[in-house]
């Protein structure tokens, strides 16, 4: 029923599923109804009941000596107190950590030599038939079909009213289209579903300054494809330069130079473009994810101690601040920084 968009239908069909398998002594249906009713009423923003049915969750994994209960059991006060609409965990090795949680799981020994995952969690599931509506559109963008891309990001946001994905991706393809001022309206839209959703920020300064003729096109151009570093930091980089040349002020374009030349192993260059771009200007998150690379490059030191204040001061970049709270908790440990 959830993926038919029926919550409240999933509640009752999840309740009803629960008591079955109770009554029949199945503990995995009991698992999955509960985990199922949860969700549904996550959606629905019944914060109240949705915490009562976790805690019911966590002491059934409880009882099965499930690592995971734990977890269930604080994510059950979180949802009760009111969850922000959006916000970053932190995976380090097998656990899931809240960031006011990291410093205590590195001093004990966890993560150590494991990965470190930064993890989107939303207070609402994202439904089944938008979450694949999506995909199907990333796909057809890629493709360079950005007309089907649009319409089908739109048929995934009217499938989930509070889905904030499919109107990024529809603004970013707004922004490739042209079509600036619209772009700038569905990124709004965005950050109202779910502030501080990933690059929406950015994303929204640039379709502003181009629907206000601030900005040249190639320019964004160039800023939306370097983004992502990639498999050839130095292909990235050769994208870079030229703009950073046309526009040496524009504080963007320092940082994705910077990303690509420590990605390159030329960290003194790296640590130059971050500083030039603290100089320049542009949007607050990039500001603040240019101090939180230029901590991360210098080590420890005074200088780093001030810039990642300034990132946790600032809330600009949860990625930023996520980033600052684990170089923190591994520095303060005594183990490696990441």
């Not at 006060?77 to 006011?100: K, M, N, T, Y």
């Not at 420890?300 to 170089?327: K, Y």
Request: with cysteine; glycine share 10%; net charge negative.
């Amino acid at each position: 029923l959830m993926a038919l968009g029926d919550a409240a239908g999933a509640v009752e069909a999840a309740r009803i599923a629960f008591d079955r398998s109770r009554d029949g002594h199945d503990g995995e249906g009991m698992l999955a109804a509960s985990h199922a009713a949860f969700e549904a009423l996550r959606y629905l923003g019944r914060p109240a009941e949705a915490a009562r049915i976790l805690r019911a969750h966590a002491a059934l994994l409880q009882m099965k000596g499930d690592p995971m209960a734990a977890w269930f059991m604080r994510e059950a006060g979180i949802v009760e107190a009111g969850e922000a609409p959006f916000r970053l965990l932190v995976r380090i090795g097998d656990r899931r950590c809240e960031l006011s949680e990291v410093a205590a799981a590195v001093r004990s020994g966890t993560g150590a030599d494991g990965p470190i995952v930064f993890e989107g969690w939303r207070s609402r599931p994202t439904l089944e038939r938008a979450e694949r509506l999506t995909v199907e559109a990333a796909g057809l963008a890629a493709g360079g079909r950005l007309d089907e891309a649009l319409a089908v990001f739109g048929a995934a946001a009217a499938a989930d009213p509070w889905d904030p994905a499919c109107r990024y991706h529809a603004g970013v393809t707004l922004l490739q289209l042209g079509r600036h001022g619209e772009a700038a309206d569905r990124l709004a839209e965005t950050a109202r579903l779910a502030p501080g959703w990933f690059m929406v920020g950015r994303y929204t300064w640039l379709a502003e300054e181009l629907e206000a003729g601030r900005l040249p096109p190639p320019v964004a151009t160039v800023l939306v494809m370097s983004d992502d570093v990639g498999p050839d930091p130095l292909a990235t980089l050769g994208l870079v330069e030229k703009s950073r040349e046309l526009l040496p002020n524009l504080g963007w374009l320092h940082l994705n130079a910077a990303r690509a030349l420590e990605a390159a192993d030329r960290r003194v260059e790296a640590l130059a473009a971050v500083r030039a771009g603290l100089a320049g200007a542009g949007p607050a998150d990039v500001r603040a994810d240019l101090l939180a690379q230029l901590g991360l490059l210098l080590g420890q030191c005074v200088e780093t101690d001030r810039a990642f204040a300034a990132v946790l001061r600032s809330r600009a970049s949860l990625a930023a601040e996520a980033a600052v709270v684990v170089a923190l908790a591994f520095r303060n440990g005594g183990q490696r920084p990441n």
